[in-house]
Structures are given as C-alpha cells and as structure tokens.
C-alpha cells in the first residue's frame, strides 16, 4: 500500500517535497519510481531509486532540478522538486518497481499509489 502527499499549488520557481509512504512492506526491499502524468498526456516516469538506494535515474527535463531520497525511518521515499516549471502540473504517483533497468517505464511497475495533485502556475 502506498500513499502519496505533499502535493499543492505554487508558483513557478518554487519547491515542494512529495512523500510515498509506505505500509505493508519495507520501502528499502524495492525498486521505488516516480511518475507523472500532465493533463490530457500519458504518465512518463521521471525519477527512481533502487532498492539498494545507490542508484538514481532522473528524466532529462528534471535532472538537476529533482532529487529522490529515502528515509528508512519513515519508511518513506520522497521526491524533493525545485525549479517548478508550469510543465510539471499534474498528478505525481509513486509506484513500486521490479525492473531497475526500466524503472522509468511502467513495465515492471507492480504497485501503483493514487497519487498527488501539483499545479504550477502564476
């Protein structure tokens, strides 16, 4: 069971903090992405952390302006956005993932959260 939160309305260049938090399961036995779907789009990946939580993959539009952590503690996988562009509107799901090749792709996603809404706009 995943959850995600942490969503909201900010105006471009601002930041938020996205959280997937699990239950049910321990966060670090798995592959864990981000995924995103704008408005009217397909969903597209843009970021994953492997079980191990030393591999990171990012989508090229959000290299450099997201970065995905983990805190076991909370057994929570977060995604921190900064730079927000109106691009980025939409909902944010989190998912877990088997395939760390294609972690940015939704073959291998075997467990979906319903996600969180972010709006970007001015």
């Known amino acids: 069971h995943l959850v995600e939160s942490g969503g909201g309305l900010v105006q471009p260049g601002e930041s938020l903090r996205l959280a997937c938090t699990a239950s049910g399961f321990t966060v670090g036995d798995y592959h864990i992405a981000w995924f995103h779907q704008a408005p009217g789009k397909e969903r597209v990946g843009v970021s994953c952390?492997?079980?191990?939580?030393?591999?990171?993959k990012y989508e090229d539009s959000v290299k450099d302006r997201f970065t995905i952590l983990r805190d076991d503690a909370k057994n929570t996988v977060y995604l921190q956005m900064n730079n927000l562009k109106p691009e980025d509107t939409g909902i944010y799901v989190c998912?877990?993932?088997?395939?760390?090749?294609?972690?940015?792709?939704?073959?291998?996603?075997?467990?979906w959260g319903l996600g969180t809404q972010v709006t970007v706009s001015s």
């Open positions: 952390l492997s079980a191990t939580g030393t591999f990171k």
């Open positions: 998912a877990v993932h088997n395939q760390l090749s294609l972690c940015l792709t939704e073959q291998g996603a075997l467990a």
